[in-house]
């Protein structure tokens, strides 16, 4: 990565960022062990429909621009992609298993993700892991992208909580810019804040299922 501009360098200095790690590591654990149950209950339905792998594997770009595979409960169809990388069409989109739609209103496909944070490849707040094939379509637009890749990527952002979630590349631009934000502005009570609203949400969308990615 090429030298980082002062005032794009992130915020969080070596003793917050391993203050922050540690956090990540005990609330992925306590995550895994509260979410037991549900991750089960996702598993045998994923399964019972059409009997492919219940999680999906996908390749994404990390802290440093390293490569790692992010985990999900499977929302749609084992082919869904057969014709390149496609941004998903929301509640509408005909790829999505019947449960898979319920699964993503409700980001319970998100849960397989707590392991990602436990291994390292990702936080609980920090920018949404992007594939590099829509990287480089946002780098076209906007070459600040880079700056953003001095942090791992989060199970949820700053940029989720008030931007949502992302269809178009007018949204992803957007998203990059509140990433931005959050990469000059970090704090853990920051993190505690998004993550508190982020709980919140999830639990509104158990019982109100809202479209997403």
Not at 31 to 42: E, V
Not at 105 to 120: F, K, M, R, S
Not at 132 to 143: P, R, T, V
Request: with cysteine; aromatic share 12%.
């Amino acid at each position: 990565m090429e030298q980082i501009p002062a005032q794009y360098r992130y915020a969080l200095t070596p003793t917050e960022r391993g203050i922050k790690r540690l956090f990540d590591i005990v609330a992925s654990i306590l995550g895994l062990i509260i979410f037991a149950i549900p991750i089960l209950i996702c598993y045998v339905l994923i399964k019972r429909e059409d009997g492919g792998p219940a999680i999906f594997k996908q390749e994404r770009v990390g802290r440093n621009g390293k490569l790692f595979h992010i985990l999900k409960f499977r929302s749609m169809r084992i082919d869904s992609e057969k014709e390149g990388p496609q941004l998903s069409e929301g509640d509408i989109d005909l790829r999505l298993l019947k449960c898979g739609r319920y699964l993503r209103a409700t980001h319970l496909d998100e849960i397989p993700q707590l392991l990602n944070v436990l291994w390292g490849d990702m936080s609980f707040v920090g920018p949404r892991p992007e594939r590099l094939y829509y990287i480089n379509l946002i780098k076209e637009n906007d070459a600040r992208y880079d700056y953003i890749l001095q942090m791992r990527p989060g199970l949820t952002s700053f940029a989720t909580i008030y931007n949502g979630y992302t269809h178009t590349m007018e949204e992803m631009l957007r998203r990059l810019r509140y990433d931005l934000f959050y990469l000059t502005h970090a704090s853990f009570g920051t993190d505690l804040l998004i993550i508190f609203r982020t709980v919140q949400q999830f639990i509104t969308s158990l019982f109100q299922p809202q479209t997403e990615e």
